[in-house]
């Protein structure tokens, strides 16, 4: 059976980019196609600067939310990075087969490491890291497959560069994991800025839609969407991404072509409030669902250490085996 692997760093509060881009598909197929493991990378979170309450707050947020979208523990398994170990060891084997230069070439190495100097803040050298560790997330566990955004493509063709590397170099221990997208809203851009992705760290939260803003947060925000002077509604990303971003979460949400949709609609307040409807509707049942389970915390702690067993089962022979494949002694 195909082993999946997927994961949400608790930078901020969950998007509907996180949802349409990865959760969402987590739930309606992988966790019924696949062994499929999913985890808070609560580590991934530490590599800006953070407040320690906030990321513990936020990690415990995204856990409730996978499960309130729909992660059935019975078919899949969630957990926390930072309680299965074996990802920081294996992170400093791979750093060792990892080289400076493909490092700095990661595009989000380069944006957030701007993002931090302009806001007058050191690089922690782990946001550098940062892949290794994601590689290390998905190769301690055999992974097939990674279902991922499409801004998260470049990590995974790293994953297979640093797999492929190691088991030349010291023989087959890695499966090469390949990358998988969603057809559409694969990349769900900012509201106010839609020439860039909607992110949950992101300080202007105005073009952001988080899964647990109240149904008037979220028209507000759609009915304030930048969108441009052209007249009437036509689906062209280049031309007019602020209108095609719309198309694409309303299609994400119905199902239809946002090239069909466009059809429907002659104006941007039409479409802003058709989007904003669809929304409410589609994150309703999250909403709900996480209230009950926000109640009910002692369940979803046991979830998470009930995933943690199985996840560290899953990864430790992997992890010891690159161990001895590297050249080290194994303890007596
Ligand atoms: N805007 C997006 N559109 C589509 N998919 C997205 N994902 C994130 N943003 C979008 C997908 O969500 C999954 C979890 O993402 P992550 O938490 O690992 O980190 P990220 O990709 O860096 O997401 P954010 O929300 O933008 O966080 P920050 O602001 O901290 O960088 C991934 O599969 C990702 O592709």
């Known amino acids: 059976m195909t082993r999946i692997l997927s994961g949400i760093k608790p930078t901020g509060h969950l998007t509907l ?116 560790l994601m590689a290390a997330d998905i190769l301690a ?60 760290s992101h300080e202007a939260t105005a073009g952001i839609i988080y899964l647990l803003d109240e149904p008037d947060a979220i028209a507000r925000k759609l009915r304030r969407a930048v969108t441009d002077s052209e007249p009437g509604v036509s689906y062209d990303r280049e031309a007019r991404p602020g209108v095609a971003n719309l198309l694409e979460i309303l299609s994400s949400c119905t199902g239809e072509l946002p090239e069909k949709l466009a059809e429907a609609y002659d104006g941007g307040g039409a479409l802003k409030a058709a989007v904003a409807e669809a929304v409410v509707e589609l994150l309703r049942p999250l909403r709900a669902r996480h209230a009950e389970l926000s109640a009910d915390q002692g369940f979803v702690d046991g979830v998470l250490r009930e995933g943690a067993a199985r996840a560290r089962a899953v990864a430790r022979p992997t992890v010891d085996a690159a161990y001895a494949a590297i050249g080290l002694l194994p303890p007596a």
């Open 17 to 132: 980019g996180n949802y349409l881009g990865a959760l969402r598909r987590w739930v309606d197929e992988d966790q019924h196609q696949a062994e499929a493991l999913f985890c808070v990378v609560d580590l991934h979170a530490l590599t800006v600067e953070h407040d320690p309450a906030r990321v513990r707050r936020l990690s415990r947020q995204a856990a409730t939310l996978m499960l309130a979208a729909g992660l059935d523990p019975a078919r899949c398994t969630v957990f926390v990075q930072s309680h299965v170990d074996e990802h920081a060891r294996l992170s400093y084997l791979l750093e060792c087969v990892a080289v400076d230069g493909e490092m700095r070439r990661m595009i989000q190495y380069k944006e957030k490491s701007a993002r931090a100097r302009s806001a007058g803040q050191g690089v922690r050298l782990s946001l550098l890291t940062y892949p290794v």
């Open 141 to 200: 566990y055999r992974a097939d497959e990674v279902p991922v955004g499409d801004d998260q493509a470049q990590h995974v063709e790293l994953t297979r560069d640093l797999a492929e590397r190691f088991n030349q170099r010291y023989g087959r221990t890695f499966v090469v994991p390949k990358a998988t997208h969603p057809a559409v809203a694969a990349r769900v851009m900012d509201l106010q800025n839609p020439l860039d992705k909607m992110g949950k």
